[in-house]
């Protein structure tokens, strides 16, 4: 143990100084808009950058990572170590005076989540708005990629933390060249940051305003720098967001394909294909129900209804327009795209659209079996056979994955929460949609929440964005057994 | 192998349906004698209804002919048992649109169909006016249904033998690998026998401590399907305390399998407990619901203590075993008590008892699953292997067990979705929506507490009545019934 804590400190320090090195990214901004806070930057960026070398120096005879149990407790430290150094920013600031409502902040920052505990945006200084985006853009592709992009440098047998972050049916393993892989993904992050950042000054967003957008669209984020979200601006940013977001919720292998050209082998993946479907459907129902049911005309019924499923199943969370005021069946469905998420190996929550396919496929088996007592096929999924094994983990991740919807719904009504906001979020944590329903919902803000309440909030959003079980293994006897 | 169109077995079918109306006629014979010698001008139009089921009943049997060939085959199972469900509730709906209660068909075949579903979700707004006779045809409905109508068809019809173990599974697919004993048709019989000696024993207790007959009558049926139809207004508030607390009783054991209340009575104590991990959960599961609502009951509303206790078993109970009766003034008390009451509803009783929901049985497993899984995550060489009620699970059980999960939350939303549409609220939807579908009845999210579904529009009425047949086929004979792909073979 004692090596492998070692090994942690190691790491943790190479990340905390790459945290320190964001946290000073923010003071152009602080400088540019003449805000007291450039200080406040420095000291925190300096004081992390130094911490984490500190550390990197001290344990920098780290060895591997032997053990792929630790790997599990290894992302989960590191997560929750970067969140609570994320919070210096905030409460140097006096942005949040106590450390729950710092931590909330940057956890779903981190997490992409995009839940928030700012009631005004408009008045926070706009290094600390600018602090607030770059959480969810660090966030977003996961530290754990930066690290597997920097790490080639360290040495350290990186593939174990890899799996443990990305536990879903991964079936593109990227092991031989995963570096370079991590390293290619890296680049295209910025490249598309870059492209929606361009897209967003045409539809003539401000520079502040469009490169923070163009974070929140890229990590599928959701924190936006209005206090009506983006309700105010321009109909063509309305349409280039809904895009945008439904872009970033596409496996990132699949974008690399797509940039380089090999449109087949994008529109030939049967889990883009299922995306594209449930999102077509959700679009057409949303757009039919909102003309029938409220007063928008066609177009306006369009655009809403897009942005509204997009920012919904991509799990942004960015608002357009006030859903909440909907047809509850629209809620709903809001609810249900939310918990769905988008696909796997992109910077969307949720269930995952592949396990969605693995789940239904199965169950239509299954269901062939017991009508005609027959002997199961195989299921396949981009022709290939995926293994009982596969299937069965799946099962196991939907059962959790409900079940810890419903204790959070659970928990938050005990906190006091009332039932429309627990429900939604829940909902909204656990996927890391960010707005839920009610008073969460819209343009609101989770201020209701009682202390509790947003710490349940806080270990959904956590949980929800590490796929739950690597997690949750840590609380199981069977873990800690020798 | 060519894919051609299921043969079914069109002369049996027809011969099946046939028996089954022809002895809901004959059951319909008892609500006329009642309305006959209550002095109620309604028993000729019973009678009539009566006559009508009988008649029909014999018509289908004499088309069937009498050369009828007794082989079935597992995919006719499922979609018989579907046909039955969804056109018994049809005659069972004649009295009350004859006798002029509910004139419309829509809303007949939907209180029909809540009383053979054993759900108990009524549109009739005031109980109390309608002719005794009908009161009890409702109960008896649920009576007749609660046990089901294919367990009846197996009885009397003896030459089915396979068939016959076909259509077992067909109603109760899942895991129910119980049997008392090898021969179908004896040991339904006997779940019949033990089934009338708890109504009996359950009706002669009420009318002993002072119910009226009618209302001892109604209940009793009521109680042991796991129905909860009243036949008062102001349903289980209107009795006395003692009444409610034996139905308490009566609701706990018509929610525990049959076929342990019949190892329980002839003694096998030893093969009803060791074995049975469901009892100790069942138990369980009870004792902690019912602990956090008398908490919930004795500290935030100050009821006194007995009342508490008596209260949070009561709804803890119906609601667990997917009766559905209710207190007035408890029920709807608060969102604390709605919260714990929503959850329940989806847990359900034992696996081959008359109540609803997914089971017990089937949230042991789930649950031993998962941790199973967590397991291996750590040491990714074990074997899974896991037991529930002494029997190796093995990933085709968790297909399954999970198949029918997901499809009852799928159909749970599907409802839900289709009661928003209508205008209804979320929340209110989805009370609704779970209560419907785990035949539980009333809807408990309502603001309004007279828990009537007559206000519904017609196509959610129809949702309604879907979404009763599926909670009680289990999800897979109604997909078997609607899906072309699986009539295929």
């Not at chain 1, 994955?401 to 829940?426: C, D, K």
């Not at chain 1, 947003?454 to 079980?469: D, N, P, Y």
């Not at chain 2, 508030?237 to 525990?256: D, G, K, N, P």
């Amino acid at each position: 143990m004692k090596s492998h804590l070692g090994t942690l400190l190691n790491i943790l320090g190479l990340i905390l100084s790459i945290e320190g090195f964001f946290m000073l990214t923010c003071i152009p901004f602080a400088l540019y808009y003449q805000e007291s806070t450039t200080i406040q930057f420095l000291y925190c960026g300096i004081f992390t950058f130094i911490l984490g070398a500190l550390l990197r120096f001290l344990f920098r005879k780290g060895t591997e990572l032997k053990n792929k149990k630790y790997s599990f407790l290894f992302v989960v430290l590191i997560w929750v170590a970067i969140s609570i150094f994320g919070t210096l920013p905030y409460l140097i600031t006096n942005t949040f005076t106590n450390f729950t409502d710092a931590f909330f902040e940057t956890v779903s920052g981190f997490a992409t989540t995009g839940a928030t505990l700012m009631s005004d945006v408009e008045a926070a200084p706009k290094s600390v708005l600018f602090w607030r985006s770059l959480t969810q853009w660090i966030g977003g592709m996961g530290i754990i990629m930066l690290v597997i992009a920097i790490v080639p440098y360290l040495g350290i047998n990186s593939f174990s933390l890899y799996s443990a972050e990305m536990s879903g049916p991964a079936k593109d393993k990227l092991h031989p060249k995963m570096l370079k892989t991590a390293q290619i993904l890296w680049y295209l992050y910025i490249l598309i940051t870059a492209i929606y950042t361009i897209a967003l000054l045409l539809c003539g967003l401000g520079f502040f305003d469009a490169i923070n957008h163009a974070f929140s669209c890229i990590a599928t984020g959701g924190f936006s720098t209005k206090n009506s979200s983006v309700a105010d601006f321009s109909i063509s940013a309305h349409y280039v967001i809904s895009f945008a977001v439904l872009f970033s919720s596409i496996n990132f292998t699949l974008i690399y394909f797509f940039l380089k050209g090999n449109f087949k082998k994008v529109f030939k993946n049967e889990e883009f294909r299922f995306f594209g479907k449930i999102v077509l459907f959700s679009i057409a129902f949303t757009v039919i129900i909102l003309k029938l049911t409220s007063d928008y005309g066609w177009e306006e019924s369009f655009r809403h209804g897009l942005f509204q499923v997009a920012s919904s199943i991509s799990t942004t969370g960015l608002v357009a327009t006030d859903y909440t005021s909907w047809n509850p069946a629209l809620t709903l469905l809001v609810l249900l795209l939310m918990l769905c998420g988008g696909m796997a190996g992109s910077t969307a929550g949720g269930f995952k659209i592949v396990r969605i396919m693995i789940l239904s496929k199965n169950v239509n088996q299954t269901l062939k079996e017991i009508i005609h007592s027959r002997a199961i096929s195989q299921i396949k999924i981009n022709n290939r056979i995926l293994s009982e094994d596969i299937t069965q983990n799946v099962i196991a991740f939907a059962l959790v994955f409900f079940s810890t919807f419903v204790i959070g719904v659970v928990l938050l009504i005990i906190f006091n929460v009332p039932p429309i906001e627990a429900l939604g979020g829940s909902a909204a944590c656990l996927s890391g949609g960010g707005v839920g329903l009610g008073e969460i919902g819209g343009f609101g803000n989770y201020l209701s929440f009682s202390i509790p309440a947003k710490w349940v909030a806080i270990v959904l959003m956590l949980s929800g964005r590490l796929e739950l079980m690597t997690v949750f293994i840590l609380f199981s006897r069977v873990f800690w057994k020798k | 192998m060519s894919k051609h169109r299921l043969q079914i077995n069109i002369p049996l079918i027809s011969r099946i349906i046939g028996i089954i109306f022809f002895s809901v006629g004959i059951f319909m014979l008892i609500p006329v004698f009642i309305s006959f010698f209550n002095y109620e001008e309604e028993w000729i139009w019973l009678a009539v209804s009566s006559g009508i089921c009988i008649v029909s009943g014999f018509l289908l049997r004499t088309f069937a002919g009498e050369k009828v060939k007794y082989t079935l085959h597992r995919r006719e199972g499922f979609i018989i048992v579907g046909i039955i469900w969804i056109l018994t509730p049809v005659v069972g709906a004649l009295p009350f649109m004859l006798c002029n209660v509910l004139p419309n068909f829509t809303d007949a075949y939907f209180e029909s169909l809540s009383g053979f579903t054993s759900t108990g979700a009524t549109v009739i707004n005031n109980v109390e006016a309608i002719p005794k006779g009908l009161l009890v045809w409702r109960s008896l409905s649920q009576w007749i249904g609660g046990l089901g109508l294919t367990l009846f068809s197996i009885i009397l019809i003896r030459k089915l033998r396979e068939g016959a173990n076909y259509l077992y599974v067909a109603e109760f697919s899942g895991m129910l690998k119980e049997k008392i004993h090898p021969r179908m048709a004896k040991s339904t019989s006997r779940l019949w026998l033990v089934y009338a000696l708890l109504t009996l024993s359950l009706f002669i207790l009420l009318l002993v401590i002072g119910n009226e007959p009618v209302n001892s009558l109604c209940l009793a049926l009521s109680t042991v399907a796991t129905g909860g139809f009243s036949p008062v207004n102001d349903n289980m508030s209107h009795f006395s305390e003692t009444t409610q607390i034996i139905v308490t009783v009566y609701m706990f054991l018509s929610a525990m399998s049959l076929v342990l209340i019949y190892q329980i009575f002839t003694g096998k104590f030893k093969k009803a407990f060791r074995k049975n991990e469901q009892l100790k959960w069942y138990i369980g599961i009870i004792l902690t619901f019912s602990t956090i609502l008398f908490a919930i009951l004795f500290i935030n509303y100050h009821n006194p203590i007995g009342v508490s206790i008596k209260n949070a078993l009561f709804i803890t109970i119906s609601t667990i075993s997917t009766t559905g009766y209710y207190l007035n003034d408890v029920h709807f008390s608060g969102l604390s008590v709605f919260l714990i009451i929503f959850i329940l509803m989806f847990i359900g009783g034992f696996s081959g008892s008359t109540s609803g929901g997914i089971k017990i049985v089937r949230i042991i497993t789930l649950l031993k699953f998962i941790r199973a899984q967590f397991r291996r995550m750590v040491h990714p060489q074990a074997i899974l292997q896991f037991k529930v009620n002494g029997e190796g699970i093995r990933p085709r059980n968790i297909n399954i067990i999970f198949g029918f999960c997901f499809l009852y939350i799928l159909f749970f939303l599907g409802g839900t979705m289709v009661l928003c549409l209508c205008g209804q609220g979320l929340i209110d939807s989805m009370s609704m929506s779970a209560s419907i579908i785990g035949n539980i009845g009333p809807a408990i999210g309502n603001i309004c507490s007279d828990c009537s579904y007559i206000e519904l529009p017609l196509i959610a009425k129809w949702t309604m009545c879907v979404l009763m047949i599926v909670g009680r086929v289990e999800v897979f004979s109604f997909i078997a019934l609607f899906l072309p792909k699986f009539w295929r073979s």
